[in-house]
């Protein structure tokens, strides 16, 4: 790692700065410490509690800690609900996302793409390259009572046990098989590659935004439960929906694939996916100073994420829309070049 090319901006965070000086052996993390306000002086600023003040921080371009009561979804610009009405639950970024958004903004404010495509592909998002959809970032409360539930494959199970009841469409042998996949990757080995290991759909063309077919290798119980599953939620599918066909409708073998399947396409579960409650990216990680293909994978794994019941904006108790300047395509090497 080469400290000499750190970027000016990045040298006002700190304690973490400082950390990463004494810690050679270790990837520089360029996050200023979440406590600390926009001035680097402040740190008992209080966290931030509210969609307004997650608003005023982010157009001061101030770094503070955020409330767990907060969470933040990407949507399309103009949209109304979280995610698309058809899906039953939405993605959703913890606070300690929210405070990473922050402290992209405050460290690449005068980059804006490396802000927008930034918080994108620390949420998730592939096909990053090219991906021009207008994009906002919604930062909201949650209704009393309604809780947010960590995206385990065994929450995913659960939630289907509670609302159709045990229907055999998911057999305990195949969701053990899924989460084993999972679960004994080698350290050179990530997501992308347990997703392969189970569907069979090759991982470069994944990675060139190639749609699952069998010209891709995907094996013939994914693609069944696919077809069996019927239209996705970004389309004209409902999740419920989709849940309910591929239970009455898939005759193939219930096996890890039709379970990983059922979940890519009635859920939005797609390939890079974890599985255990975090996000990963194969691009750069935005906080490590260090270009894509020098990067381990544990440093890939990004934040924490949930999924919160699927509703339109307007009855969530509070939230603001903060519009995401996604820049050109042409700008955005940083994400195999690194942004610091």
Aim: charged share 20%; proline share 7%; net charge positive.
């Amino acid at each position: 790692m080469d400290l000499k090319h750190r970027r000016p901006s990045l040298a006002l965070a700190g304690g973490a700065l400082t950390a990463c000086a004494l810690a050679l052996a270790a990837p520089c993390v360029a996050l200023p410490d979440p406590g600390r306000a926009a001035t680097g002086t402040d740190t008992h600023t209080r966290c931030i509690s509210t969609p307004a003040e997650y608003l005023m921080a982010w157009e001061k371009r101030q770094v503070r800690c955020v409330s767990p009561a907060l969470f933040g979804t990407t949507h399309t610009r103009g949209s109304t609900s979280l995610y698309p009405s058809g899906f039953w639950y939405a993605w959703a970024g913890s606070n300690t996302n929210l405070e990473r958004y922050l402290a992209l903004r405050r460290a690449y404010g005068h980059q804006p793409a490396k802000v927008g495509i930034g918080i994108l592909s620390y949420v998730g998002f592939p096909g990053l390259d090219t991906f021009d959809t207008p994009t906002d970032l919604a930062v909201y409360t949650l209704p009393e009572g309604v809780q947010a539930r960590v995206p385990s494959f065994e929450t995913w199970f659960r939630l289907l046990d509670e609302e159709f009841g045990d229907t055999g469409a998911y057999p305990l042998r195949a969701q053990t098989d899924l989460v084993v996949a999972y679960s004994r990757l080698g350290p050179h080995r990530d997501v992308v590659d347990a997703f392969q290991s189970v569907t069979g759909c090759k991982r470069t063309a994944l990675l060139q935004g190639r749609e699952p077919s069998a010209a891709i290798g995907c094996n013939a119980s994914f693609l069944g439960a696919l077809r069996a599953a019927g239209p996705s939620p970004y389309t004209t599918g409902e999740s419920k929906k989709c849940f309910a066909n591929f239970a009455s409708r898939y005759r193939g073998p219930r096996n890890a694939a039709a379970l990983r399947a059922v979940l890519f396409q009635c859920q939005d579960a797609g390939f890079l996916n974890t599985g255990v409650g975090l996000g990963y990216n194969t691009y750069a990680n935005p906080f490590v100073c260090e270009p894509a293909y020098r990067q381990s994978v544990r440093q890939k794994y990004t934040g924490r994420e949930f999924i919160v019941p699927n509703s339109t904006l307007d009855r969530l108790p509070s939230h603001v829309d903060i519009g995401l300047d996604l820049g050109r395509p042409s700008e955005r090497r940083f994400l195999r070049t690194g942004y610091c």
